[in-house]
Antibody, heavy 126, light 107 residues
């Protein structure tokens, strides 16, 4: 069955960097875009952007440019989220989610996040 | 960006109740609308896609309706395992955006 397994919780000091991994199994990794979603403590869901697992092309939402980098290692069916220059505002649970796009009309696509990783808690504290 | 507004932000209901949650988009999104359920400490789970299509494995007591800017998620006969937070999400245009969530609590 489709599974996304993320790396474990991380504790970092302000200014440091962190890398979160998301390993996929049960399907062809390069056939589905992967998304990253942030959930700050007690808050809702925020789409950070996505990465085309076929081309490696990332798309970043506003507010997630510069310090955030999406990358892939297709040889091990794994996506990565790297965050640099961490601040306390980056403390959150980060999820990866598989994107099932089933049709597009122009630039609008029926997309759904049909499988999610378990989430990785990143805590930034001195 | 398309803003998604859910109401209410929370509600109290009893087992067996019928519950309806509303999601409104700031611009038309046709039927590019999904619903997710999230339980504490867990990842979200897809319930409904394309406004009204039930994801495989999701109980039929969940249903979605709407198009354009106004959408609803209805749970008929609320079950104990349905106490959770529900989010809508639009995929009509990037950035993909979620509603603020509706927490369904036990009365």
């Amino acid at each position: 069955q489709v599974q996304l397994v993320q790396s474990g919780s991380e504790l970092r000091e302000p200014g440091a960097s962190v890398m979160v991994s998301c390993k996929a199994s049960g399907y062809t990794f390069t056939s589905y875009t992967l998304n990253w979603v942030r959930q700050s403590p007690g808050q809702g869901l925020e789409w950070m952007g996505d990465i085309n697992t076929n081309t490696g092309n990332p798309t970043y939402a506003q507010g997630f440019t510069g310090r955030f980098v999406f990358s892939l290692d297709t040889s091990v069916s794994t996506a990565y989220l790297q965050i640099s220059g961490l601040t306390s505002e980056d403390t959150a649970v980060y999820y990866c989610a598989r994107d099932f796009t089933f049709y597009c009309v122009g630039s609008s696509c029926q997309r759904r996040f049909d499988s999610w990783g378990q989430g990785t808690l990143v805590t930034v504290s001195s | 960006d398309i803003q998604m507004t859910q109401s209410p932000s929370s509600l109290s209901a009893s087992v067996g109740d019928r519950v309806t949650i509303t999601c409104r988009a700031s611009h038309t999104i046709y039927t590019y609308l999904n619903w997710y359920e999230q339980k504490p400490g867990k990842a979200p789970k897809l319930l409904i896609f394309a406004a009204s299509d039930l994801q495989s494995g999701v109980p039929s007591r969940f249903s979605g309706r709407g198009s354009g800017t106004d959408f609803t998620l209805t749970i008929t006969s609320l079950q104990p395992e349905d106490f959770a937070t529900y989010y809508c999400q639009q995929s009509y245009s990037a950035p993909l955006t979620f509603g603020g969530g509706t927490k369904v609590e036990i009365k």
